[in-house]
């Protein structure tokens, strides 16, 4: 494990988000975030806690919050530094460590009363201040499928991830397999 669980699972969460955004995920897919009840399905797929508002208001700060938070993906450490920042600031975060459900002690910087989006937005802050803490943000890539743009944490030991989640791989490999195949002659 390269950053505590806690941390990875919100860079997976931040990664998720941001991913599921049509302009992103493939121009043959569609958002997958426009409604309440996917927004819902999303809290619950990552177990969110706190308060909920489960309005449309809540639905555009997330949206929201999804755009800040690719941009911060894609930017160079010292913008990433600026804009994790400004989002424990906007959002007043406060650590503190937490136990709750099952997980053991780990760190929450908003109040569970706080707007689901700004909590969102502080998970993902804090787990960024550990990657830029750990000297670790060549691990936020972009899908190196050249008609893919979702974004991904490389966890892997030797820095070597070059796919998303969203099939690359297995797609990418059988395109090499069968590239190999036709340059043999078979």
């Given amino acids: 494990m390269i950053f505590a669980h806690d941390t990875e699972v919100s860079l997976a969460s931040t990664v998720a988000l941001i991913n599921t955004a049509?302009?992103?995920?493939?121009?043959?897919?569609?958002?997958?975030?426009?409604?309440?009840?996917?927004?819902?399905?999303?809290?619950?797929?990552?177990?969110?806690?706190?308060?909920?508002?489960?309005?449309?208001?809540?639905?555009?700060?997330?949206?929201?919050?999804?755009?800040?938070?690719?941009?911060?993906?894609?930017?160079?450490?010292?913008?990433?530094?600026?804009?994790?920042?400004?989002?424990?600031?906007?959002?007043?975060?406060?650590?503190?460590?937490?136990?709750?459900?099952e997980w053991d002690w780990h760190l929450h910087a908003t109040r569970d009363e706080q707007p689901l989006a700004e909590r969102m937005a502080v998970e993902a802050a804090m787990a960024l201040v550990d990657v830029i803490r750990s000297d670790e943000t060549e691990r936020l890539a972009v899908c190196a499928a050249e008609d893919c743009a979702n974004v991904l944490i490389d966890l892997?030991?030797?820095?070597?991830?070059?796919?998303?989640?969203?099939?690359?791989?297995?797609?990418?490999?059988?395109?090499?397999?069968?590239?190999?195949?036709a340059a043999a002659g078979e």
């Fill in 22 to 101: 049509q302009e992103i995920n493939t121009a043959t897919e569609p958002d997958g975030l426009t409604t309440r009840a996917e927004l819902d399905e999303f809290v619950a797929e990552w177990g969110w806690t706190g308060s909920r508002t489960h309005d449309d208001a809540e639905l555009r700060q997330v949206l929201r919050l999804r755009t800040r938070l690719h941009r911060i993906w894609l930017a160079d450490e010292e913008a990433i530094v600026e804009e994790v920042n400004r989002l424990l600031r906007d959002c007043r975060a406060l650590p503190q460590l937490v136990r709750h459900d």
């Fill in 156 to 181: 892997s030991r030797n820095r070597s991830r070059r796919y998303c989640d969203a099939g690359c791989t297995n797609r990418m490999a059988a395109a090499a397999y069968r590239a190999r195949r």
